[in-house]
Structure formats: structure tokens, C-alpha cells
């Protein structure tokens, strides 16, 4: 990625293949971008019970392992004491 | 690999399915293996004109299944090799005239006197798909370095995993060597990471298939050819020979190698 090629990310294969690892994570999973928004809406609600986040924070994510997916999340905690 | 049944399937029509299958076909008649290819497109039979076979057939594979004949009088003989036969799809039916149920009865027939049974599977994911799968050992899944052909693998790859049929292996057809070193195309690495299953082809883009289409014999009899070699190592890794994947590993132009000096 030199001078030559300092646009690199905006070649077309990167862009397929970013275009496709969205693509094929909602097909393989059947869950609409809506869908998971409400997850992640009904995951906060029970997280702020018991702790102290900011929602804006938290990132719920499906993940590839091969041809099985898992959901990852990713919870920062504001502040460790307890409440 | 003796009376081992493979089903060549892609999802997306048009990726190359059928030159895939006459070409393995081809390839492992010429390591001398005993070969029969089957056309499972029923009602857009294609498989007898890119062996250029068209001219000999008498009975298909619904004239078998309706009891027209026996299953030996619609296996047509490849003049050009020992041991390939073809057994044709009918023109005029559709694909519920040949059941799965049936296509496991007549592979199991051919099984025992095969050692590679091939059916070329129709595009699409409805009837025709299951029963060409229906009776295979191994599957292959076609697709082409692009997005709409490797999401329809993907989604084939699951249903073959669904049918307990899996793990699927893939064939990259029609990849262009320029265009992946410009980055405009995706790689095999790309494609392998995306739809996580084996490698198993990986067939460069070459005029020479169309050419090679339009006379009637199969591109793997050229060794001269890109693709022809490619197939050639298709077949051979089919066979279980372990072969490097340097298909597309075209040297560098002198300008590639002027760009990374001053890169």
C-alpha cells in the first residue's frame, strides 16, 4: 500500500467482500437490522438494572467461525463500584 | 475413489456448472477412471452439446425412470475415450418427471460399475437441486468471483449442510488472474474466508472455453490451455492427488514489479 496504491481500500474486491460479509451474516442468520436493534434495546434494559453503562456504548455484533456465526457483545461498564 | 456419486451445484444459473461436470468428467476419464456423467437440468438439457454428444442420443434419463428402456440403452458412449458415458436429460419434460427417490435408484445402479458417477444439478434451490443432491457422496459448489454468484453459494452451502450432505467443497470458475492482481476482482482467499468451506478448483477465465464450446470437445483435452490444465488438476485433486493452487499464479508484469520498487 504505497504510493502506487494509496487508495487500496477503496478497490472494488474490498468493497464486495465488506458488501458480502454483511450480506451473508443476515441470510445466514434470518435476523433483519430492525430486529437486532430491538434485541440490543431489551439487552440494555436488564444491563442498566444492575449496571451503570451508557447504551450509546454497547456493540452487539454476529460474528464468523468458519460457517458458524455467534453473537458478541461488547458491554463497557462506567463505573466498577457498585451502585 | 471407486463408485463414489458427486453432484456439481452452484445456486445461480450460469457460473458454469455443466462445462465444470464434462470437463471433470473428461479429466477423470483420462486418468482412466470409469465415468458417467448425468444431466439433472431436466427440460433445458445442455450437458450432450458440451460433449458434443448431441447427435447420438436416443433415450434420456425420464425414458429410464418411466421404464422406455433400460438404463444401459440411454447411456451414450464417448467415442473419444475408453470409459465416459452420458446419460441425457429430457427436452420436453420438466424437472418433477425424475424424483429423487428415482436418481437414488439409478445411481445406486451405476454405482457399483463406476468409479465416479457425476450429475450436473440444475441451478435454483427447489426440486430439481434435491434431487440431484439427493444421492450424492460429495458435493461440489460452483460459484465465480462475484457477489451475487457467491451469495447463492453460500446459501446452497447451507442447504447442503441441512441435507446432511456436507461439508460441500468449491470451485472457483472464471477467475481472472489481471483483474484480481489490479484488485478488482475478489481472490480465492477472499471467497474462502467468506463461504468457509475447502477449495477443491480453481478455474481461470479463458477464451479458449468458448471456443473449445462451440466445436464440441471439452477444454480439458488441451493441456496447452489455461483452463484445460486447471481442469486437468481439478480432476487430479478429485482423485486425491494433493496439488498446489497456482492456476491463476501468472508472473509479474514488468510495470507490477516497477509499482512494488517504487511502492
Avoid at chain 2, 458417467?36 to 433415450?59: A, P, Q, S, W
Avoid at chain 2, 444401459?72 to 419434460?93: F, G, H
Avoid at chain 2, 498446489?244 to 507490477?256: L, Q, T, V, Y
Wanted: net charge negative.
Amino acid at each position: 500500500m504505497g504510493f502506487w496504491n494509496r487508495n487500496a481500500d477503496s478497490r472494488s474486491s474490498t468493497t464486495a467482500k465488506e458488501r458480502l460479509k454483511f450480506v451473508l451474516v443476515h441470510d445466514r442468520t434470518d435476523i433483519s437490522l430492525q430486529t437486532m436493534d430491538r434485541m440490543k434495546n431489551e439487552i440494555v434494559e436488564v444491563i442498566v438494572r444492575y449496571f451503570d453503562i451508557d447504551p450509546a456504548d454497547l456493540v452487539i455484533d454476529i460474528h464468523h467461525e468458519g460457517r458458524n456465526q455467534k453473537l458478541v457483545a461488547d458491554v463497557p461498564i462506567k463505573n466498577t463500584r457498585q451502585k | 475413489m471407486a463408485g463414489t456419486i458427486f453432484t456439481i451445484t452452484s445456486g445461480k444459473g450460469g457460473v458454469g456448472k455443466t462445462t465444470i461436470t464434462v470437463n471433470l468428467g473428461v479429466g477423470l476419464a483420462l486418468r482412466g477412471k470409469k465415468v458417467v456423467c448425468i444431466d439433472g437440468d431436466i427440460g433445458l438439457r445442455n450437458m450432450d452439446v458440451i460433449l458434443g454428444l448431441e447427435n447420438r442420443i436416443v433415450y434420456d434419463i425420464v425414458d429410464v425412470v418411466e421404464g422406455r428402456c433400460r438404463l444401459k440403452q440411454a447411456m451414450i458412449r464417448d467415442k473419444r475415450l475408453p470409459e465416459l458415458y452420458l446419460i441425457p436429460a429430457s427436452q420436453t419434460r420438466d424437472k418433477n418427471a425424475v424424483s429423487a427417490q428415482d436418481m437414488i435408484k439409478v445411481c445406486s445402479e451405476l454405482k457399483s460399475e463406476f468409479d465416479a458417477v457425476l450429475i450436473d444439478s440444475p441451478a435454483g434451490i427447489e426440486q430439481g437441486f434435491k434431487t440431484a443432491v439427493a444421492p450424492a457422496d460429495k458435493v461440489f459448489v460452483v460459484t465465480n468471483p462475484e457477489v451475487s454468484a457467491v451469495r447463492d453459494a453460500d446459501r446452497i452451502i447451507g442447504l447442503i449442510e441441512a441435507a446432511e450432505k456436507g461439508p460441500a467443497s468449491l470451485i472457483i470458475n472464471r477467475i481472472n488472474s489481471a483483474m484480481v492482481n489490479r484488485g478488482e476482482m475478489l481472490n480465492q482467499d477472499d471467497i474462502n474466508e467468506l463461504l468457509a468451506i475447502d477449495l477443491i478448483g480453481l478455474i481461470p477465465e479463458d477464451e479458449n472455453v468458448i471456443i473449445s464450446t462451440n466445436k464440441g470437445t471439452p477444454i480439458v483435452f488441451d493441456e496447452k490451455t489455461k483452463a484445460g490444465r486447471a481442469f486437468r488438476n481439478l480432476a487430479a485433486r478429485v482423485d486425491g492427488e494433493s496439488i498446489p493452487f497456482d492456476e491463476i499464479g501468472e508472473k509479474e508484469s514488468f510495470i507490477d514489479r516497477f509499482k512494488k520498487m517504487f511502492g
